[in-house]
Antibody
Framework: QVQLQESGPGLVKPSETLSLTCAVSGYSISSGYYWGWIRQPPGKGLEWLGTIYHSGSTYYNPSLKSRVTISVDTSKNQFSLNLSSVTAADTAVYYC?????????????WGQGTLVTVSS | QSALTQPPSASGSPGQSVTISCTGTRSDVGGYNYVSWYQQHPGKAPKLMIYEVSKRPSGVPDRFSGSKSGNTASLTVSGLQAEDEADYYCSSYAGSNLGVFGGGTKLTVL
């Protein structure tokens, strides 16, 4: 059974970089599949941020592409999200998930989500 | 890449059927048979209910069904039960390994 767990700071200051990590258990990332990040502002809908393959190939939401970086560390069986120059609008619950095939065709495993608040 | 359009709310009585729509464009919903539906209860992560327009993952009741016509996809919940009350989100493949979600629909079981 694939399990995902997000971790990282729950509070980030405006203009700084939000950094989260998703630890995967029950499956080796290096064996394949695509892995993604999705967020949900409080009381609002879901927004796809981007997806990464174990080889490092990435696909990003065009509206956030200039600020989003997703990376993978197969040795630690985890992947990460960096979102730069954050504002209050980036306050959200951030989910990591298995996005395979890529492009939200079948997001079958999700982490529990972690709330990140952007505030000084 | 704009969000797909869903009605903000839907409702039905126990035992009834309710249908939720999800409207996109030829570049997403209308262009590919890769529409998914997710159920989200308060404070929980979304759960995949339908993928590839009409396929159900193992464990999802057959009361949930999906369809598509042109640029609009639909989720139908038959035999409504109290536990079906939740938020429902559609998503679609939008080409070039990109995806887009709908704004979400709050389903109320009266």
């Amino acid at each position: 059974q694939v399990q995902l767990q997000e971790s990282g700071p729950g509070l980030v200051k405006p203009s700084e970089t939000l950094s989260l990590t998703c630890a995967v258990s029950g499956y080796s990332i290096s064996s394949g599949y695509y892995w993604g990040w999705i967020r949900q502002p409080p009381g609002k809908g879901l927004e796809w941020l981007g997806t990464i393959y174990h080889s490092g190939s990435t696909y990003y939401n065009p509206s956030l592409k200039s600020r989003v970086t997703i990376s993978v560390d197969t040795s630690k069986n985890q992947f990460s999200l960096n979102l730069s120059s954050v504002t209050a609008a980036d306050t959200a619950v951030y989910y990591c998930a298995r996005d395979y095939p890529p492009g939200l065709k079948n997001v079958d495993y999700w982490g529990q989500g972690t709330l990140v608040t952007v505030s000084s | 890449q704009s969000a797909l359009t869903q009605p903000p709310s839907a409702s039905g009585s126990p035992g009834q059927s309710v249908t939720i729509s999800c409207t996109g464009t030829r570049s997403d919903v209308g262009g590919y048979n890769y529409v998914s539906w997710y159920q989200q209860h308060p404070g929980k992560a979304p759960k995949l209910m339908i993928y590839e327009v009409s396929k159900r993952p193992s464990g999802v009741p057959d009361r949930f069904s999906g369809s598509k016509s042109g640029n609009t996809a639909s989720l139908t919940v038959s035999g409504l039960q109290a536990e079906d009350e939740a938020d429902y989100y559609c998503s679609s493949y939008a080409g070039s390994n990109l995806g887009v979600f709908g704004g979400g629909t709050k389903l109320t079981v009266l």
